[in-house]
């Protein structure tokens, strides 16, 4: 079946910048979608590429390539807030939506 | 405020004996889902839904149920609970234009144990 692949965690020092890959094994995505979630909470909407390319909100961007069915978020100036996961997420083509297993951010003071 | 949202926020209940959980949306959502999250598995899906009366499966939706009758709600309904639907829920709606489409709203979550 399809999937989306990341990697469990990712660890960074506060201020720095740091990048979550997200690979998928098939192509039929309509797009790729990036979330928060910090513990005990509901996911969060960060940033959505409908179309290859970079797309930049505030200290966040988010960047797509289907021929590599490849896309990355990116987080700038990190805070200590910023520790939580991150899940990228896909809606097939049979209109279903398919989520990575999530991504792990610690940040060091 | 635009919002999600889902009740009860946590149910203990016991095998067998029916339950639903509630979910509305108040920006006229087409697209409506429920997930479940377990730990090391992320988000599953298990049932969507395109518009009113139009419902499908995701992922797992072995032991579920809903429906659509109203473009704001979305029940989840489990017939007959088992300790294996010990889990997070969370209900999600989004637009079905395209710009938007990627963009899903999430309700609390319920926190539901099967004992």
């Known amino acids: 079946g399809q999937s989306l692949e990341q990697p469990s965690e990712v660890t960074a020092v506060e201020g720095a910048i740091v990048q979550i890959n997200c690979t998928y094994q098939?192509?039929?995505?309509?797009?790729l979608s990036w979330y928060q979630q910090h513990d005990g909470g509901a996911p969060t909407f960060l940033s959505y590429?409908?179309?290859?390319g970079l797309e930049e909100t505030g200290r966040f961007s988010s960047f797509l390539s289907r021929s590599d069915s490849y896309g990355y978020l990116l987080l700038q100036e990190l805070q200590m807030k910023d520790s939580a996961s991150y899940f990228c997420?896909?809606?097939?083509?049979?209109?279903?939506?398919?989520f990575g297993k999530g991504t792990r951010l610690h940040i060091l003071p | 405020e635009a919002q999600v949202t889902q009740n009860p926020r946590y149910l203990i209940t016991v095998t067998g004996k029916k339950l639903t959980v509630t979910c509305s949306q108040n920006?006229?959502?087409?697209?409506m889902s429920w997930y479940r999250q377990d730990p090391g598995l992320g988000l599953r899906q298990i049932y969507y839904?395109?518009?009113?009366?139009?419902?499908d499966k995701g992922d797992v939706p072995e032991g579920y149920k809903v429906s659509r009758k109203e473009k704001r709600n979305f029940p989840l309904i489990l017939e007959s609970p088992s300790p294996n639907q010990t889990s997070l829920y969370f209900c999600?709606?989004?637009?079905?234009?395209?710009?938007?489409?990627?963009?899903?709203?999430f309700g609390p979550g319920t926190r539901l144990t099967v004992t």
């Open positions: 999600a709606s989004s637009s079905l234009r395209p710009l938007l489409l990627g963009e899903q709203y």
């Open positions: 098939t192509s039929g995505f309509y797009g």
């Open positions: 590429n409908g179309l290859d």
């Open positions: 997420a896909g809606m097939n083509r049979d209109d279903k939506i398919i």
């Open positions: 920006m006229n959502h087409e697209y």
């Open positions: 839904s395109m518009n009113v009366e139009v419902t």
